[in-house]
């Protein structure tokens, strides 16, 4: 942003910088996720306070990047595929924005998890988390050179994560029913586990505009049947 | 949307036909989230059943109102508030769609629900539910006519389902701590107020953009700060 410059940049230097702050928040928002989750497996309060602290800069790209879409818009009155490319990162800003508050609930779980004893040791969860970055990450690349195939991997590894959660879930009401002592402890993991299967439908979402821009196919609402073929239409993509 | 039509239709028309088929949309979710909670509290299967078939409705809304975001965009290149109104609209309708899907998770946790007895009467979740669907029509309400007075009271009315959120866990928790054979049942309500206070959350996303276009100022992080000078910036909006 270069608020002394009279002239109007080009049109395609600034859909490159938009871009790369979209990638800059993107890089943001993993990290804070990252931490959030070391967090947790290191009982690390400090950490955790790190990163409710942490949000500062991804709230800060949310508001420059949504104005960055708006001038292209106003200045450029772009058409066709730029004009989706823009309307995108606006999707994408907000997906964005939203993975980095799953970061903060994240920690704030971890600090009363961390309140009780361990209930289990924790691997399901940080695997979790791992295909969520993944999947973040590939949703990211897929948009910046509009490849569809990055994409669809992202589409079929949410269903790995909505397994993932399903199993979370199955073994923590079991430590609850065995022992009702670990109820309050085990409860904030079934919580972290929705957020990180959050943090996956973001990334999906991501994903889904990316393959609308790059084949002008709206997979949203048949969302994955041409892909893995095991979701129906009229699913929802939130689980 | 009328393809045989060659001529461009007045840019006004096309507006205002956009907000009122964001109104029908968050009309259609706003039942889906009464039909959910009707489900859950008169433990009705079939109703259950009728909300997981029934976001056809929303889901073809939700590309609709997209497609007419981006023919306003494209076809009359909208500048300053007009602008903003249609990149907003662009927003609300994810969050429009993103709450019927929350309808449809509340359905599917009312369903494991009904196959326990019943935990305790439920008074607070429904409240929470009430004050959801205020939020969600106050939200659009303060779209339509830009009133930002309307919008605020929305963000002070988060406070309130937050609120509520801790009460319902704090009971639930209670419950699974003095019976374990509630636990199960217990957890789905857990997860249904979850999903109530992210409804709530998508409600104050719609009033904070309205808040935007119609005093240019940009609330959402440092949201109500002016309003009920409770929540110091950096907080996130979704806990």
Known sequence: ?????????????????????????????????????????????????????GDAAINSLHLEIDERCFKL?????????????????????SDL?????????????SLRYMQHPPVKPLIDIPHMAEVA?????GALRGYIVHDMEISQTVL???DELDALKDEVFRELLTC???????????LDLVLISRHLERIGDHATNIAEEVIFIASGTDVRHHSREGVSGEKPGGAPEVT
């Open 73 to 93: 818009l106003a200045l450029h009155q772009p058409v066709a595929t730029d004009l989706r490319v823009i309307v995108s990162a606006v999707k994408i800003n």
């Open 176 to 186: 609850m029913l065995n022992d009702s002592s670990t109820t309050e402890a085990a």
């Open 156 to 158: 079929s590894q949410d």
């Open 133 to 137: 970055q993944r999947m973040l990450r």
């Open 1 to 53: 942003m270069e608020p002394t410059r009279r002239v109007i940049p080009h049109f395609q230097d600034e859909l490159a910088q938009l871009k790369e702050r979209l990638l800059v928040m993107a890089g943001e928002a993993e990290e804070q996720l990252r931490l959030s989750m070391q967090a947790l497996t290191d009982r690390d309060h400090d950490l955790a306070d790190r990163v409710l602290r």
């Open 97 to 109: 924005e939203r993975i980095g508050d799953f970061a903060i609930n994240i920690a704030e779980a």
